[in-house]
């Protein structure tokens, strides 16, 4: 079976663009998840999706969206870009809500702005 | 207080011997505790979930887990340098669906 699929895989933008951020989930996994990874630190949580509705948001302002489609693959997006939102942007993914089920995560899409 | 603690600097064992990392988290309620791995320009990897008190083995890894200390740890025994990575630990927030992490330990492995 195919991991967490996510691209693109590096993507340069100016201040002041947006982007648009894609992941597939492993077959059969209801629940995504969107993290933020800066240089020198953990993960952090932006979005959590499952059943297509927003179970979870973190810290983080409203520039910020998501959404999760019928397939459960989910979108990523960030409006009016700033140099710090240049980061590692991870999407991952689980079977069920359950607390007994690790996440899995894809390879990541490497956002540099400038 | 940060939700999850990894306050060692870079860890560097030579191979073949035991690395150990440790762990704190906050949220008392927590019930599932995971160590990733994260090589350099790589995505974190799941190697280990813990969820009740005690010791896990799998392989050459073996996750430990104290709630009431709101301690976990992470042994690698037999070193090896494909080991050498930066080892992230999350913990599933009581309540939600977050997880939250650590900022990491670097280990090295030096043969």
């Known amino acids: 079976d195919a991991g967490v699929t996510q691209s693109p895989t590096h993507l340069i933008k100016t201040r002041g663009q947006q982007v648009t951020l894609r992941c597939s989930p492993i077959?059969?996994?209801?629940?995504v998840s969107w993290y933020q990874q800066v240089l020198g630190q953990g993960p952090q949580f932006i979005f959590q999706?499952?059943?297509?509705?927003?179970?979870g948001r973190g810290n983080f302002p409203d520039r910020f969206s998501a959404r999760q489609f019928p397939n459960y693959s989910s979108e990523l997006n960030v409006n009016a870009l700033l140099l710090g939102d240049s980061a590692l942007y991870l999407c991952a993914s689980k079977r069920s809500r359950g607390a007994n089920y690790g996440y899995t995560f894809g390879s990541g899409t490497r956002l540099t702005v400038v | 207080q940060k939700e999850v603690e990894q306050n060692s600097g870079p860890l560097s064992v030579p191979e073949g011997a035991i690395a150990s990392l440790n762990c704190t988290y906050s949220d008392r309620g927590s019930q599932s505790f995971f160590w990733y791995r994260q090589y350099s320009g790589k995505s974190p990897e799941l190697i280990m979930s813990?969820?009740?008190?005690g010791d896990k083995e799998d392989g050459r890894f073996t996750a430990q887990l104290n709630k009431a200390s709101q301690y976990v740890s992470l042994l690698i025994r037999d070193s090896q340098p494909s080991d050498s990575a930066t080892y992230l630990c999350a913990v599933r927030l009581y309540g939600n669906n977050r997880l939250a992490f650590g900022k990491g330990n670097q280990v090295v492995v030096i043969p």
């Open positions: 999706y499952y059943e297509k509705e927003e179970r």
């Open positions: 813990i969820y009740s008190n």
């Open positions: 077959s059969g996994h209801k629940s």
